[in-house]
């Protein structure tokens, strides 16, 4: 069975310093992974995705996104954060192996993330 | 290129009447996918089809919940009849056939039932 856990259900940070929001998965076979943004009253964005190849993958609006296998994590990272960063972040995983005909996403709870100024 | 539209945005009604949503996904999109996310945790999946074909409904309430794309573009879920627990907000998606493809997402249908 496929599961994706974010342990931290908000992340304060002031602007100007790195941060980090964290993630966690288990899967039968390879994952595909994901970070999407939900900002206030608007739906979600993909940000950034792992399928194969570099262990570090850069997304939109300056985040990346650092993919470990022994840890099965894939924290979102972000050198500088912006006051504008403030979101929902979700971090959702997929399972290589076929099911269905289909490929099931399975999102987590979200992380709120807070940066002040 | 045009996004994910949904409507309507926001919909009251009472319990036990009906209500439906509507999502026309992206051109040439061949997967559509309806969420639920309720008021503090992620999306989860209802329904998510192929074309015109479900590929997976095993989260879907088939008692009162229903979804269609008859001709493989525009989709409708339909609530009947709706519950308290039913608030939240209704999202469709959709993306290409393969599994890397990342999801786009429509604004959502926030739904409250009384």
């Known amino acids: 069975a496929q599961s994706v856990a974010q342990p931290e259900d908000q992340v304060n940070v002031a602007e100007g310093n790195p941060l980090t929001v964290k993630c966690t998965y288990s899967?039968?076979?390879?994952?595909?992974l994901f970070w999407y943004v939900q900002y206030p009253n608007r739906g979600l964005q993909f940000l950034l995705k792992?399928?194969?190849?570099?262990?570090l993958v850069k997304g939109s609006y300056g985040f990346e996104a650092e993919f470990n296998k022994s840890q099965t994590s894939f924290h979102l990272k972000k050198p500088s954060a912006l006051v504008s960063d403030s979101a929902l972040y979700f971090c959702?995983?997929?399972?290589?192996?076929?099911?269905?005909?289909?490929?099931?996403?399975?999102f987590g709870a979200g992380t709120r993330l807070f940066v002040k100024a | 290129e045009a996004g994910v539209a949904q409507s309507p945005r926001y919909k009251i009604i009472e319990k036990r009447q009906s209500v439906a949503f509507w999502c026309n996904p992206i051109?040439?999109?061949?997967?559509l996918y309806w969420y639920q996310q309720i008021l503090g945790q992620g999306p989860k999946l209802l329904i998510q089809?192929?074309?015109?074909?479900?590929?997976?409904d095993s989260q879907l309430p088939k008692d009162r919940f229903s979804a269609e794309r008859l001709k493989g573009v525009d989709s409708t879920l339909k609530i009947q009849p709706a519950k308290l627990e039913d608030s939240a907000v209704y999202l469709c998606?959709?993306?290409?056939?393969?599994?890397?493809?990342?999801?786009?997402f429509g604004p959502g249908t926030r739904l409250t039932v009384l």
């Open positions: 998606a959709s993306s290409g056939r393969n599994p890397d493809n990342e999801q786009f």
């Open positions: 899967v039968s076979g390879n994952p595909y």
């Open positions: 792992y399928i194969t190849g570099d262990n």
């Open positions: 959702a995983v997929r399972d290589s192996l076929r099911y269905t005909g289909g490929f099931k996403t399975i």
């Open positions: 051109s040439g999109h061949a997967t």
């Open positions: 089809f192929q074309n015109n074909g479900v590929v997976d």
